[in-house]
């Protein structure tokens, strides 16, 4: 298990709020990265997150999804695809940082920085309790839940 304690932080959340990692009322939160609004792939994975919401939920474990959008492009992705949980704008790419997860990528045939798309639980104290980089989209969320029932 990773045991990497993040430090704390505030980014702007959809609903008009700030989320502050401290400020977290449950036992766990899943940070998922992504690289765009209303791209299939995270079109297609925060659909599975929003799917399997209430089951993370009866584990006292909030979803966030995390990108560079800004709140306006979150509300408007958050509103189209019904999420129940709110989307965080690093934009300043201060949380991407903590967790490493800028990487020059291969956009048609040109090199890009962008945010691989991983994702992290962190437990209310702040440690990473697991990690997943490289993240491919089909049955993710399902793998993360299930590594979830096992805490």
Not at 58 to 81: A, Q, Y
Not at 106 to 133: M, P
Request: net charge positive.
């Amino acid at each position: 298990m990773n045991t990497n304690k993040i430090d704390d932080f505030t980014l702007p959340a959809t609903g008009e709020k700030l989320f502050t990692l401290s400020g977290l009322r449950t036992r766990y939160a899943v940070l998922y990265f992504y690289p765009k609004d209303n791209t299939p792939g995270c079109t297609s994975e925060g659909e599975q997150f929003r799917d399997l919401y209430t089951q993370f939920q009866k584990l006292h474990c909030e979803v966030l999804g995390v990108s560079r959008d800004s709140i306006k492009s979150h509300e408007n992705f958050k509103t189209k695809m019904a999420f129940p949980f709110d989307l965080l704008s690093d934009a300043e790419e201060l949380l991407c940082a903590m967790f490493a997860v800028i990487k020059m990528k291969n956009l048609y045939g040109k090199k890009v920085r962008g945010i691989e798309r991983s994702t992290f639980i962190v437990d209310r104290h702040g440690v990473v309790i697991q990690a997943w980089r490289g993240v491919k989209v089909p049955g993710h969320a399902q793998t993360v839940l299930d590594f979830v029932k096992s805490l």
